[in-house]
């Protein structure tokens, strides 16, 4: 290798590097082909599961629309505190569910998971009082808690980052799915009202709940694994895929377990803490409406069942606006312009709701900016940081703090749309775009750090003599490493 920058091929970021590593794709098959096959065998589990996932956690705010707060004799602020006890083991286990995860195995430990979150869901729908929806909704966050960075952890061990952003906005895109389908379906059960003398709100607990079980099942005999575990590829298909990816991120040390030391020396890097504040700042305004969207088209004089359906579109159209940003991403290898365009988004749309209260079409459209914009710009961000977090024990760590620190900011969004505050709800509408403005800070502070780092690195000596055992310790810290912007 040459020091000089202009001759220099980064290893870990030309897509032509592959080359360098002495492996070609197998002659029976191409490279898109195998990206295909990777699709089939990956994408769709991960939008079902975390769909259902989800569903599970939000349609509480559907429930709250027929009578669940009346039926548990909920009392002024107990519906909030309910939302944020979810959150408690949500976040705290966030961590120690992706280390879990690389030591069962995705198919084991994700299936497991899905098998609980969907037997508690059911039992939510059997509660009798404030006590027990606390704890069913305690036990829904301690098994959910693995379902968003495990499977993000998983998605970034499949694919390269010039790729993966379509990959990633199509699976988080499933919250948006979840929205929709939630709302669709909770206007469909809600008739179900006094069928075998329960109440419609319990049917969409044990109905949604019990379909989420039965899929557990399934998935603990068919759901995917990492690449190094997967049955369905030939040894040289195997041996392409973990040099394409070696290519573009470095050694991956999948076989190395994940130690406490890991988790301090990643959480030194500056450049985690950031990751952790641009997420944590789209969780309120995503939670917030995530949870009180019906609600808050509920003060626009709605029948129980017109605002199940009107909570639809925003959701529908967020998912078509989150894929076209994808697909133009990952067409341009860019993230943070992309990622600041959306967040544009929903301070426009927090701005036309706190100046804006006679005029309904107007405020109905605001929502939809404000669901576009979030759940554009987060699964960019998840992608960026997550991408750019080089081997396993170091994306396992990131990735798990960065939801799990991001989460924190569920407890703030659940506490800041209080019944009190109706029907205009000025002080969730300004946390939001207050928390909207962090991130977007958050962000460009985390473009600077890196397009530095990478500068540097770039007038450094290339070759320093590390070992690929040194390589594999530092991973993204590794002299050779590029970021992508």
Known sequence: MTAKADEYR??????????ALHVVCPPHTTERHMTARIDMHIVPFLIILYLLAFLDRVNVANARAFGLEKDLGLEYNQFNTALVIFFVPYIVFEIPSNIFLKRFSPRIWLSVCCLGFGLTTVCQGLVQNFSGILATRFFLGLFESGMFPGCFYLLGMWYRRGEAQKRYSLFFGSTSLAGAFGGLLAS??????????????????????????????????????????????????RAYLKARLQADQGPNAADRPVTF??????????????????YFGLIVPAYGYAYFAPTIIQTYKYSAIETQLRSVPPWAVAFGFAMLVAVLSDWAKHRFLFVIGSILLPIAGFAVLLNVHDDLNTMYAALFLVCMGTYTAMPIIVCWFNMNLGGHHRRAIGTAWQVGFGNIGGIIATYSFLSTDAPYYTKGYS????????????????????????????????????????????????PEFRYML
């Not at 980064?10 to 590097?17: L, Q």
């Not at 099942?217 to 369905?232: D, G, H, K, R």
């Not at 070759?463 to 310790?473: A, F, P, R, S």
Request: one cysteine or more.
């Open 10 to 19: 980064h290893p870990f970021t030309d897509p032509e590097a592959t080359g």
């Open 188 to 237: 469909a059960i809600g008739k179900m009202d006094y069928l075998r003398d329960y109440r419609g709100w319990r049917w969409i607990f044990i109905l949604e709940g019990s379909l989420t079980f039965l899929v557990g099942i399934v998935f603990l005999f068919t759901f995917p694994s990492f690449p190094e575990e997967a049955t369905w590829l030939a040894e040289d298909e």
């Open 261 to 278: 030391r890991d988790v301090v020396t990643v959480m030194k890097d500056p450049k985690v803490w950031l990751g952790g504040f641009m």
């Open 431 to 478: 946390i939001g775009i207050a928390f909207v403005c962090l991130s977007a800070v958050s962000c460009i502070l985390y473009a600077a750090i890196i397009t530095w780092e990478n500068r540097r690195r770039d007038k450094a000596v290339h070759n320093v003599g590390l070992t690929d055992y040194e390589k594999t310790e530092l991973g993204d810290l590794n």
